[in-house]
C-alpha cells in the first residue's frame, strides 16, 4: 500500500512505515495536482500538516483513499466528519507537539520580558556606538517566576504550557469550556514528580488576574480575544498566540499595544498566513515566529512515528 505525505513526514516514521511493508512517497504534490496524483499512483494514506487542504470534492474524487492523517493537533484544514461518513479514517497526533509548542511560548514570553526580540535587532546595529543608551532603554524588565499566567484553553497544549509555568515559580490559571479540572504531573531530570490539580475559572476571570496570557485554542468562527477582552485585562500585560490565526482581533491587538492596555505581544499565527499584515511585522512591540510551534526535531520525530503507528494499527 501507497503513503503519500505531502506535507513531509520525519525519517522515524518513514521507517516505521516501510519495515511495515507500506511504500512512501514524500513528494510534494500542489493542491490543484493532488486529486490525479493521487488516483494515478493508487495512494492508500494521505498524510498532510498545514500546507494541504483535503475538502469534500478531493475525498470524493479519490476512491483509494482509506487514511487521512493531519501531523499535528489542528484538522481544520481537513473535511474531517464528511471523511469519516464515506467510510475514511481520520487520524491526527494531539499530544506529539504539546511539548514544542509550550517551549516556543515560553521562548516568546523570557524574550518579551527582557526585550530580547528588539535588543537583538538593535545590537548588531548600536551595539559598538550606543552601548549605554540600549542598556538604559532595555533595563525595566520583568521576571516571570512570581508571576500568574492565564491559560486559555487548557487542552494536552495548555496543559504541557502550564507544566512549565508551574516549573518555573508561576501561579496558573485556567478558562476552558469543556474541562473542570485537571491533574498535572510535573516529572523532573531524577524521576521525581510533583502533581498540581488546576481548577478552571471564568474566561472573565482569567482576562483580569493574569500578567501573561496564552492562547491554546482550535480555530473558530468568532475570535476568542477582541476589544471586549483586552478592555477587561490588566493594564502592561503579555500575550501570546501560538494557537490559530484568527483567535486574536489582530487590528485589536494592535490598537491595544497603542494604548498601552498590552504591553508586547508574541504571535507564532496570522490571520492572513502565509503572507501577515505589514503593520503586524513591523510593530516593534511583537515578537513574531512563523507558525513554527511544532516544529522541533522530537516534536516530528513523534509525529512521524504515532502516525505510522496508527496507521499500522487501522490498516495492518
Do not use: W
Not at 492596555?261 to 503593520?279: G, H, N, S, T, Y
Not at 511585522?281 to 516534536?299: F, V
Request: glycine letters at 8%; proline letters at 3%.
Amino acid at each position: 500500500m501507497k503513503v503519500l505525505a505531502n506535507d513531509g513526514i520525519s525519517q522515524s516514521g518513514i521507517d516505521a512505515l516501510e519495515k511495515a511493508g507500506y511504500n512512501v512517497s514524500t513528494t510534494t504534490v500542489a493542491q490543484e495536482q493532488l486529486i490525479n496524483y493521487i488516483n494515478q499512483n493508487d495512494i492508500t494514506v494521505l498524510l498532510v500538516r498545514s500546507a494541504t487542504t483535503v475538502r469534500k470534492d478531493l475525498i470524493d474524487a479519490c476512491p483509494s483513499l482509506k487514511i487521512i492523517g493531519r501531523g499535528g493537533v489542528g484538522m481544520d484544514n481537513i473535511d474531517v466528519e464528511y471523511a469519516r461518513e464515506k467510510g475514511l479514517s481520520v487520524i491526527n497526533t494531539p499530544a506529539a507537539s504539546s511539548h514544542s509548542v509550550a517551549e516556543l511560548v515560553f521562548g516568546h514570553l523570557y524574550g518579551l520580558s527582557r526585550f530580547l526580540h528588539n535588543s537583538n535587532r538593535d545590537m548588531p546595529l548600536e551595539g559598538d556606538s550606543n552601548f549605554k543608551g540600549l542598556k538604559k532603554a532595555y533595563a525595566k524588565g520583568t521576571e516571570l517566576k512570581g508571576k500568574t499566567l492565564g491559560v486559555l484553553g487548557f487542552g494536552r497544549i495548555g496543559q504541557a504550557t502550564a507544566k512549565v509555568a508551574l516549573g518555573i515559580g508561576m501561579k496558573v490559571i485556567a478558562f476552558d469550556p469543556f474541562l473542570e479540572k485537571a491533574n498535572l504531573e510535573l516529572e523532573f531530570f531524577d524521576g521525581q514528580t510533583v502533581n498540581f490539580n488546576i481548577e478552571t475559572i471564568s474566561k472573565e476571570d482569567v482576562l483580569r488576574q493574569s500578567d501573561f496570557i496564552t492562547l491554546h485554542v482550535p480555530a473558530q468562527k468568532d475570535y476568542v480575544i477582541d476589544e471586549a477582552e483586552f478592555n477587561i485585562m490588566k493594564d502592561g500585560v503579555i500575550l501570546a498566540n501560538a494557537a490559530r490565526g484568527g483567535v486574536v482581533n489582530e487590528i485589536a491587538l494592535v490598537k491595544a499595544i497603542e494604548t498601552g492596555k498590552v504591553a508586547r505581544a508574541a504571535l507564532d499565527v496570522f490571520e492572513k498566513e502565509p503572507k501577515p499584515e505589514i503593520q503586524l511585522l513591523m510593530n516593534p512591540s511583537l515578537s513574531l515566529t512563523p507558525h513554527t510551534g511544532a516544529a522541533t526535531n522530537e516534536a516530528q520525530d513523534r509525529i512521524g512515528t504515532e502516525l505510522a503507528s496508527q496507521i499500522i494499527s487501522i490498516l495492518g
